[in-house]
């Protein structure tokens, strides 16, 4: 799943509750805020804040974070949030230095990786293959994406 639902992100999958992982959805993309910085000020969707210890606690294991303009990913993972436990140290930190302050309203926005604890992590874990696991079959060079036939199309009518 990929969520970009202009700030209600977490909204919306926290709403689900237990159901992603009990319906064994694998791996999300979710579009996150960070650093108490906001593009939709009246809509909780802090990466440190609200996304990491939710999902951690509905069974997903966070992966990386990936700053949002950049769409080939050619700079790695978001410092300090290559992995749960760097992003539980990162956040810890910033939580604690951040705890009085307001949220500021402007563009800090990421793409965070998810993948539910079941599932095997990726062979030798390296950037680019952990990245590749989370896109579409259509923009991977490693999985065939799915073809409609016209038989699929007039199932929707």
């Not at 992982?21 to 906001?38: G, I, P, Q």
């Not at 593009?39 to 949002?68: A, I, Q, R």
Request: some cysteine; aromatic content about 10%; overall charge negative.
């Amino acid at each position: 799943i990929v969520t970009d639902m202009q700030g209600h992100d977490f909204t919306g999958i926290s709403s689900a509750g237990d159901a992603l992982a009990e319906h064994n959805v694998k791996r999300l993309v979710t579009e996150v805020s960070n650093d108490n910085v906001a593009s939709y000020l009246d809509s909780p969707n802090d990466f440190c804040l609200h996304w990491l210890p939710h999902m951690t606690s509905v069974g997903y294991e966070f992966e990386g974070l990936l700053k949002m303009l950049d769409m080939e990913y050619k700079g790695g993972f978001v410092e300090g949030y290559g992995n749960e436990a760097e992003a539980s140290e990162t956040c810890q930190k910033k939580l604690g230095e951040d705890k009085n302050d307001e949220p500021k309203h402007g563009l800090n926005e990421f793409n965070a990786l998810w993948r539910l604890k079941t599932e095997k992590k990726v062979p030798g874990s390296n950037f680019k293959d952990i990245v590749e696991m989370y896109h579409y079959g259509t923009h991977s060079s490693k999985k065939p994406g799915h073809e409609f036939l016209k038989e699929d199309y007039s199932k929707c009518a």
